[in-house]
Protein backbone atom coordinates (compact mmCIF):
# COMPACT_ATOMS: atom_id res chain seq x y z
CA UNK A 1 0.00 0.00 0.00
CA UNK A 2 1.30 3.24 -0.91
CA UNK A 3 1.71 5.55 1.90
CA UNK A 4 3.03 9.49 1.80
CA UNK A 5 3.54 11.23 5.26
CA UNK A 6 4.22 15.15 5.08
CA UNK A 7 6.09 16.65 8.18
CA UNK A 8 7.97 20.08 8.54
CA UNK A 9 5.11 22.49 8.73
CA UNK A 10 4.41 25.17 11.27
CA UNK A 11 3.76 28.85 12.50
CA UNK A 12 6.76 31.45 10.83
CA UNK A 13 7.13 34.77 10.73
CA UNK A 14 7.28 36.05 7.42
CA UNK A 15 11.10 36.02 5.65
CA UNK A 16 11.35 33.13 7.58
CA UNK A 17 11.81 29.27 6.46
CA UNK A 18 10.95 25.82 6.63
CA UNK A 19 11.60 22.40 5.51
CA UNK A 20 8.96 20.05 4.98
CA UNK A 21 9.43 16.35 4.06
CA UNK A 22 7.69 13.82 2.44
CA UNK A 23 8.62 10.40 3.56
CA UNK A 24 6.87 7.57 1.11
CA UNK A 25 6.33 3.61 1.52
CA UNK A 26 4.70 1.15 -0.99
CA UNK A 27 6.55 1.59 -4.04
CA UNK A 28 9.88 2.24 -5.91
CA UNK A 29 9.71 6.22 -5.92
CA UNK A 30 13.12 6.45 -7.31
CA UNK A 31 11.11 5.82 -10.77
CA UNK A 32 8.69 8.39 -9.82
CA UNK A 33 8.42 12.40 -10.37
CA UNK A 34 7.35 13.96 -7.07
CA UNK A 35 5.56 16.92 -6.52
CA UNK A 36 4.18 19.58 -4.39
CA UNK A 37 1.02 21.23 -4.31
CA UNK A 38 -0.65 23.70 -2.20
CA UNK A 39 -4.41 25.15 -1.23
CA UNK A 40 -5.22 27.48 0.81
CA UNK A 41 -8.96 27.93 2.69
CA UNK A 42 -11.08 28.84 -0.67
CA UNK A 43 -8.50 28.01 -3.15
CA UNK A 44 -7.92 25.00 -5.63
CA UNK A 45 -5.18 23.04 -4.88
CA UNK A 46 -1.99 25.00 -6.97
CA UNK A 47 1.57 23.41 -7.95
CA UNK A 48 4.34 24.36 -5.98
CA UNK A 49 6.74 22.87 -7.19
CA UNK A 50 8.20 19.30 -8.74
CA UNK A 51 11.39 17.25 -9.43
CA UNK A 52 11.72 14.41 -12.10
CA UNK A 53 12.38 10.82 -11.29
CA UNK A 54 15.98 11.14 -12.09
CA UNK A 55 16.18 14.58 -9.79
CA UNK A 56 17.73 16.01 -13.00
CA UNK A 57 14.87 18.44 -13.98
CA UNK A 58 12.57 20.55 -11.42
CA UNK A 59 9.66 23.00 -12.25
CA UNK A 60 8.78 25.71 -10.07
CA UNK A 61 5.59 27.77 -9.67
CA UNK A 62 6.28 31.76 -10.54
CA UNK A 63 5.07 32.93 -7.40
CA UNK A 64 8.06 30.03 -5.22
CA UNK A 65 10.46 30.84 -7.78
CA UNK A 66 13.91 31.48 -6.74
CA UNK A 67 12.99 31.00 -2.90
CA UNK A 68 11.86 27.62 -2.80
CA UNK A 69 13.87 24.50 -3.50
CA UNK A 70 12.93 20.63 -4.30
CA UNK A 71 15.16 17.84 -3.95
CA UNK A 72 14.85 14.04 -3.04
CA UNK A 73 16.70 11.41 -1.45
CA UNK A 74 15.96 8.23 -3.15
CA UNK A 75 17.99 6.12 -0.16
CA UNK A 76 15.54 7.43 2.46
CA UNK A 77 12.29 7.40 -0.19
CA UNK A 78 12.12 11.03 0.76
CA UNK A 79 11.40 13.99 -1.02
CA UNK A 80 12.04 17.81 0.29
CA UNK A 81 10.62 21.34 -0.25
CA UNK A 82 13.08 24.03 1.51
CA UNK A 83 10.90 27.22 0.90
CA UNK A 84 12.80 30.51 2.48
CA UNK A 85 11.64 34.13 2.53
CA UNK A 86 8.20 32.89 3.15
CA UNK A 87 5.45 35.19 2.59
CA UNK A 88 1.89 35.29 4.26
CA UNK A 89 0.71 34.23 0.73
CA UNK A 90 2.25 31.04 1.09
CA UNK A 91 0.24 30.19 4.07
CA UNK A 92 -1.77 27.06 2.88
CA UNK A 93 -1.73 23.43 3.38
CA UNK A 94 1.69 21.40 1.94
CA UNK A 95 0.82 18.25 -0.05
CA UNK A 96 3.17 15.76 -1.57
CA UNK A 97 2.18 13.75 -4.44
CA UNK A 98 3.57 10.68 -6.51
CA UNK A 99 3.24 10.83 -10.61
CA UNK A 100 0.89 8.60 -11.67
CA UNK A 101 3.41 7.13 -14.28
CA UNK A 102 7.21 6.00 -13.92
CA UNK A 103 10.02 7.41 -15.84
CA UNK A 104 8.26 10.01 -17.37
CA UNK A 105 10.41 12.61 -18.95
CA UNK A 106 10.01 16.26 -17.04
CA UNK A 107 7.87 17.51 -13.89
CA UNK A 108 4.10 17.64 -14.65
CA UNK A 109 2.13 20.61 -13.26
CA UNK A 110 -1.48 19.59 -12.77
CA UNK A 111 -2.83 17.39 -9.70
CA UNK A 112 -4.32 14.90 -12.14
CA UNK A 113 -0.97 13.82 -12.55
CA UNK A 114 -0.43 12.37 -9.35
CA UNK A 115 -2.23 9.94 -7.93
CA UNK A 116 -1.12 9.65 -4.73
CA UNK A 117 -1.30 12.12 -1.66
CA UNK A 118 0.12 12.80 1.83
CA UNK A 119 -2.73 14.06 4.23
CA UNK A 120 -1.03 17.44 4.22
CA UNK A 121 0.70 19.43 6.67
CA UNK A 122 0.04 23.45 7.50
CA UNK A 123 2.12 26.21 6.87
CA UNK A 124 1.53 29.35 8.39
CA UNK A 125 3.19 32.35 7.54
CA UNK A 126 2.31 35.53 10.19
CA UNK A 127 3.36 39.02 9.25
Known amino acids: QVQLVESGGGLVQAGGSLKLSCAAS????????MAWFRQAPGKEREFVAG????????SYSDWVKGRFTGSRDDAKNTAYLQMNSLKPEDTAVYYC????????????????????WGQGTQVTVSS
Open 97 to 116: GVDRYKWRVGVRTTEYDYDY
Open 51 to 58: ISWSGGST
Open 26 to 33: GRTFSRYA
